[in-house]
């Protein structure tokens, strides 16, 4: 899958790495890949500005940077905006792995990285989130324009319907060869055109009432 795959417009990224070098390596691979890099920067206080300002679907940060680490500006980005991150960490930096895990990281890659490695890693890092997000917008959805449903359940749900739309997934994937996101927009596509939700949709499928 390209970032152009299925139609739809080129994901759009920022790029945050105080090394200017790996910095333009990472803005070649990633238009060439078709992305759209819509910011750059070497500074992680401009990495939460330019977020702010372009709304992008991902954005790659360096974990050691002037201005704001990438974990600190992770947790600005993520806190306040639905966009992926993806860190970039060196050997000596895996400590953090759990504190940029926290801050709402999607997935890290140690550096130095390939283009083989990179893309794959962006790729599952953005199939992922939307999935995530999609989830997350049709539970709270349910509750209403006001959205004032309870907090507790409201997790519960989230959680719960993950579970199923990820062993439905699974059992797409294993008994009709589709790729992940194949399977989950079959499982997305389905609850909208039924007006009904992903977790019925799911255990539908689970159940074997539901095929392709």
């Keep these: 899958m390209s970032a152009l795959a299925g139609g739809e417009a080129p994901a759009r990224v920022v790029i945050a790495e105080d ?3 790996i910095r333009l390596d990472l803005k070649e691979i990633l238009l060439s890949a078709g992305y759209d890099v819509v910011g750059e920067t070497g500074r992680g206080d401009q990495a939460v ?4 300002r372009h709304q992008p679907d991902l954005a790659i940060l360096d974990i050691k940077m002037p201005g704001m680490d990438g974990v600190r500006a992770a947790r600005e980005i993520t806190s306040r905006h639905r966009v992926a991150v993806l860190v970039l960490t060196a050997f000596s930096q895996r400590d953090l792995i759990e504190d940029a895990r926290d801050a709402g990281v999607a997935a890290y890659l140690v550096k130095p990285f390939r283009r083989e490695e990179l893309l794959p ?10 999935q995530e997000w999609a989830i997350d917008a049709e539970v709270e959805s349910q509750d209403g ?5 309870d907090p507790e359940r409201r997790a519960e749900d989230k959680i719960e319907t993950r579970r199923l739309v990820e ?12 790729e992940e996101p194949e399977a989950f927009g079959f499982i997305q596509r389905t609850a909208m055109r039924t007006r009904g939700r992903m977790r019925d949709v799911a255990r539908q499928v689970l159940d074997g009432e539901l095929r392709p």
């Design 19 to 21: 090394e200017a070098i």
């Design 49 to 52: 500005e330019l977020v702010e």
């Design 121 to 130: 890693a962006i790729e599952a890092v953005l199939t992922r989130c939307r």
């Design 145 to 149: 324009p006001g959205g004032g449903g």
């Design 167 to 178: 062993q439905a997934k699974g059992l797409l994937m294993d008994r009709h060869e589709m």
